[in-house]
């Protein structure tokens, strides 16, 4: 009976310390820390409302980026080896994605990508996904908002090229601008953490640009915005992704009002319930509405949970599996299946910066974009 007893305590024991532990690898200081801390405040809010799996306790490790690559890669390495993780979600930037995944990938351990949309982030991978478009739908819908709606002929655009994500943008825009719709497109060139840009805007100003657009992060976004005003420009403002943070209106002030960008989510164009109720738990925790990355955040997090409870394991390899068969996710940032690529297909959204917030303007379809 003692024996038995005893047993039971430690079954009892067991269960109580036993735990699955997801890694977050994020940019919570650095350059683009404000898109590291809205997707955080999204991961926690899912892990309050769901905290277990497989009954067992959920835990999350933390490993700050620092918004650079190569601590990207000794993040992840540090989550897997040291933290036995059983997947990863992140990172934000596709070139710090992209080197976390050689990593996630020689381990055989899933990542899940909150905001990277380069191709080459998921491109020749089999245990990296991501909740996000990529983008040659985002540089394609770009340019037929360009042409369509704001009737372009000439743009000029801020390529960072220290950023993968930036170059890629780029070239698929400029893809569909010239060769669609006959436009012409004026490249410049500066760094992360440039601050000053007046050479930049003047061959822009020159160039005779119906449109300028950044596809960059929403710091250097910003400060182009508020020098190409000032120094006269009266044209429009284009970019990707990279502006969605409360953060730019914050710098830019009246400079980006009128911006439009495409983003993966907006609280406007929430029409289920389970987005409405996603949108009242967030303002009712944080007090404030969600970014696009707290959305994604929150969608990455519910995804890998659902994954490790439809492959009925622990095992990092069967919940990848399970990521990869991901087919009608309901996310608070729409509907999300996972091509076999480990690009989830989604809609993009298009916003404009109007009275200090971010508006709902237009959703286009990748069907729309054939």
């Known amino acids: 009976m003692r024996k038995l007893l005893s047993f039971i305590v430690l079954l009892l024991a067991l269960s109580i310390f036993a735990e699955i532990k997801i890694g977050v690898l994020l940019p919570l200081t650095g350059g683009i820390s404000a898109f590291g801390d809205w997707t955080k405040k999204g991961i926690e809010l899912a892990h309050k409302q769901k905290g277990t799996a497989l009954g067992e306790k959920i835990t999350l490790v933390y490993a700050d980026t620092r918004s650079e690559k190569t601590e990207a890669a000794n993040a992840m390495a540090r989550l897997i080896d040291k933290e036995k993780v059983v997947a990863v979600i992140g990172e ?169 960008f495409t983003t993966h989510y907006v609280p406007e164009a929430a029409t289920t319930k389970l987005a409405k109720d996603f949108v009242e738990a967030f303002k009712k925790q944080y007090g404030t509405m969600p970014a696009m990355n707290a959305a994604l955040g929150y969608d990455a997090y519910m995804l890998i949970v659902d994954a490790i409870e439809r492959a009925k394991s622990k095992d990092p390899v069967k919940i990848n599996t399970a990521i990869r068969s991901t087919k009608g996710f309901q996310g608070v940032s729409g509907t999300i299946t996972i091509d076999e690529n480990g690009n989830a297909i989604k809609d993009v959204i298009i916003v404009k910066v109007q009275n200090g917030q971010f508006k709902y303007e237009t959703r286009i379809e990748p069907k729309d974009l054939q």
């Not at 990277?116 to 983008?135: A, E, H, Y």
């Not at 369509?148 to 943008?169: H, M, P, R």
């Not at 930049?200 to 300028?212: H, L, M, P, Y």
């Not at 009266?234 to 943070?245: E, R, S």
């Open 92 to 260: 934000i930037a596709s070139s710090n994605s992209m080197a976390a995944a050689e990593i996630a990938e020689a381990r055989k351990v899933p990542q899940v990508a909150v905001t990277s949309t380069n191709p080459l982030v998921t491109q020749g991978k089999k245990f990296v996904s991501r909740v996000c478009f990529i983008d040659p739908l985002q540089g394609t819908a770009l340019a037929e908002f360009a042409a369509k709606n704001l009737k372009a002929k000439k743009v000029t655009i801020f390529v960072d090229i220290e950023q993968d994500y930036s170059v890629g943008l780029t070239n698929y825009f400029t893809e569909r601008f010239e060769k669609k719709y006959k436009g012409q497109v004026l490249k410049v060139q500066y760094k992360s953490g440039d601050q000053e840009f007046s050479a930049q805007i003047s061959q822009a100003i020159a160039f005779g640009s119906d449109v300028i657009m950044m596809t960059g992060y929403y710091n250097e976004i910003a400060l182009i915005a508020q020098q190409a005003r000032s120094m006269g420009y009266k044209g429009y403002f284009i970019a990707g992704d990279g502006a969605d943070a409360p953060e730019l209106v914050k710098i830019g002030g009246k400079a980006v009002e009128g911006l439009y």
